[in-house]
C-alpha cells in the first residue's frame, strides 16, 4: 500500500475551523483515501473517504488535490469532543479492507 | 445492532501465561480483523477472516498467536507463553461485503493486555 504523510498534532480553538492535511505522493489510481480518528480510549472510527471528488458528510469534509498526491480533512467547526487522532489511510479497491494505519495527527482543540 | 465488543476489556498477566481475548462482530459481518496498537503507535494489522477462513496473517502474528472463527460469527485472538512485548491494545474490527468494498470497518473498543 502508497504511504501517507501527516504532520505528528495539530491544535485549534473550540469552534473554528480545523484542516488537517495529508500527502500521499505516491498513491496510485486505485487508491481511495480513506480517513478514521481515534478517541481517547476509544478504537478508531470510520471519518470519510474519496476518490477523486471532494466528499462531504455530516461528520466532516474531505478536499482532494486534482492531482491526487494531497488531501485535506476538513473540521468545519471544531468540538471538544473532536479532540482525537485522525488518520489518513490509502487503500486500493482490490484490496478486501485491510488498512494500513500511520502514525496520524493528534487533534488538539482548546476552549 | 450494538457494535462490535470485545472482551474482556482489560488483562492483567504475568509472563509466560496464556490468554484469550474474544470479539463478538457486528451481525452479519463476514469480515474479521485483529489489530495491535502500542502506545502512541497506529493500529497494525494481525489477521483477517472471512466468514470462517483465516485468510491472511501478519509477519507480526508471530507462532504464539492463534486466532480462530469457528462459525464466522465471534472470533478468538489466543497468546501463548505471553512476553512483555505482547503489552498492547488488542482491537477487533468487522465489515461486510458491501462496505467492504469501500473500506469501512467498525472497531470495537479494544481488549487491553499488560504483560508483568
Known amino acids: 500500500d502508497a504511504k501517507t504523510t501527516q504532520p505528528n498534532s495539530m491544535e485549534s480553538n473550540e469552534e473554528e475551523p480545523v484542516h488537517l492535511p495529508c500527502n500521499h505522493s505516491?498513491?496510485?489510481?486505485?487508491?481511495?483515501i480513506h480517513w478514521y480518528r481515534q478517541l481517547p480510549s476509544q478504537g478508531p472510527e470510520y471519518v470519510i473517504h474519496?476518490?477523486?471528488s471532494n466528499v462531504n458528510n455530516r461528520m466532516a469534509s474531505l478536499a482532494i488535490a486534482e492531482d491526487r498526491k494531497s488531501s485535506t480533512l476538513i473540521l468545519h467547526r471544531a468540538t471538544l469532543r473532536d479532540a482525537a487522532v485522525y488518520y489518513c489511510?490509502?487503500?486500493?479497491?482490490?484490496?478486501?479492507?485491510?488498512?494500513?494505519f500511520g502514525a496520524g495527527t493528534q487533534v488538539v482543540v482548546t476552549p | 445492532d450494538t457494535g462490535v465488543s470485545q472482551n474482556p476489556r482489560h488483562k492483567i498477566t504475568k509472563r509466560g501465561q496464556n490468554v484469550t481475548f474474544r470479539c463478538d462482530p457486528i451481525?452479519?459481518?463476514?469480515?474479521l480483523y485483529w489489530y495491535r496498537q502500542t502506545l502512541g503507535q497506529g493500529p497494525e494489522f494481525l489477521t483477517y477472516?472471512?466468514?470462517?477462513?483465516?485468510?491472511?496473517k501478519s509477519r507480526l502474528l508471530s507462532d504464539r498467536f492463534s486466532a480462530e472463527r469457528p462459525k464466522g460469527s465471534f472470533s478468538t485472538l489466543e497468546i501463548q507463553r505471553t512476553e512483555q512485548g505482547d503489552s498492547a491494545m488488542y482491537l477487533c474490527?468487522?465489515?461486510?461485503?458491501?462496505?467492504?468494498?469501500?473500506?469501512?470497518?467498525?472497531f470495537g473498543e479494544g481488549s487491553r493486555l499488560t504483560v508483568l
Open positions: 505516491t498513491i496510485s489510481g486505485t487508491d481511495y
Open positions: 451481525s452479519e459481518h463476514n469480515r
Open positions: 474519496g476518490l477523486t
Open positions: 477472516f472471512q466468514n470462517e477462513a483465516q485468510l491472511e
Open positions: 489511510i490509502l487503500r486500493d479497491t482490490d484490496s478486501w479492507g485491510k488498512l494500513q
Open positions: 474490527a468487522s465489515s461486510s461485503p458491501g462496505q467492504g468494498s469501500t473500506g469501512e470497518l467498525f
